[in-house]
T-cell receptor
Framework: GENVGLHLPTLSVQEGDNSIINCAYS??????FIWYKQESGKGPQFIID?????DKRQGQRVTVLLNKTVKHLSLQIAATQPGDSAVYFC??????FGGGSNYKLTFGKGTLLTVNP | DGGITQSPKYLFRKEGQNVTLSCEQN?????MYWYRQDPGQGLRLIYY???????QKGDIAEGYSVSREKKESFPLTVTSAQKNPTAFYLC??????????FGSGTRLTVV
């Protein structure tokens, strides 16, 4: 079936290193992707998004890369800090609810990033 | 500041009880959503609402009910028919063309 998944359920890095979190998606019709960060006991927070007509987008210390050929999404975090420790989810937009103007996101299971001091 | 508020943060339910989780937003978003999160699982959609007085079942609606009488509010009731209600519940809202804004969640435990 169609799903959004992650290659690595856990990732451990040293403080100051760069982190790369991967996500595979299976629906070639998905047109919008989002990365969320979720700290323990809290709700997910928006990090960065990218539309399918782009292959790269940069934010502050974060970069999202989209490879539509292989249906792959990645989140790169530069100079990872202890505060970056969290679960990171990718989400894809596959279509709209009942044709309305809002949309449905489907979420992957998440990758736990641990930053070692 | 605009945001989305869930309450309570922790909730305990006895067997056979119905409990209601609150979700309020002041972002003027039309759409609101309820997700369930279990350890090691992704977010699973319980119910969603695109407009006041309208809501639809998501992927795991059995044992849950919702109402949407006001744009700002989308309460979720976990009924006694939900046999495994222990989970982390997340409410979200969205406007057209942008990502979801999530609340801070309610952790429900059956005692």
């Amino acid at each position: 079936g169609e799903n959004v998944g992650l290659h690595l359920p856990t990732l451990s890095v040293q403080e100051g290193d760069n982190s790369i979190i991967n996500c595979a998606y299976s629906n070639s019709a998905s047109d919008y992707f989002i990365w969320y960060k979720q700290e323990s006991g809290k709700g997910p927070q928006f990090i960065i998004d990218i539309r399918s007509n782009m292959d790269k987008r940069q934010g502050q210390r974060v970069t999202v890369l989209l490879n539509k050929t292989v249906k792959h999404l990645s989140l790169q975090i530069a100079a990872t800090q202890p505060g970056d420790s969290a679960v990171y989810f990718c989400a894809e937009r596959r279509g709209q609810f009942g044709g309305g103007s809002n949309y449905k996101l489907t979420f992957g299971k998440g990758t736990l990033l641990t930053v070692n001091p | 500041d605009g945001g989305i508020t869930q309450s309570p943060k922790y909730l305990f339910r006895k067997e056979g009880q119905n409990v209601t989780l609150s979700c309020e937003q002041n972002l003027n978003h039309d759409a609101m959503y309820w997700y369930r999160q279990d350890p090691g699982q992704g977010l699973r959609l319980i119910y969603y609402s695109q407009i006041v007085n309208d809501f639809q079942k998501g992927d795991i609606a059995e044992g849950y009910s919702v109402s949407r009488e006001k744009k700002e509010s989308f309460p979720l009731t976990v009924t006694s028919a939900q046999k495994n209600p222990t989970a982390f519940y997340l409410c979200a809202s969205s406007a057209t063309g942008i990502g979801y804004t999530f609340g801070s969640g309610t952790r429900l435990t059956v005692v």
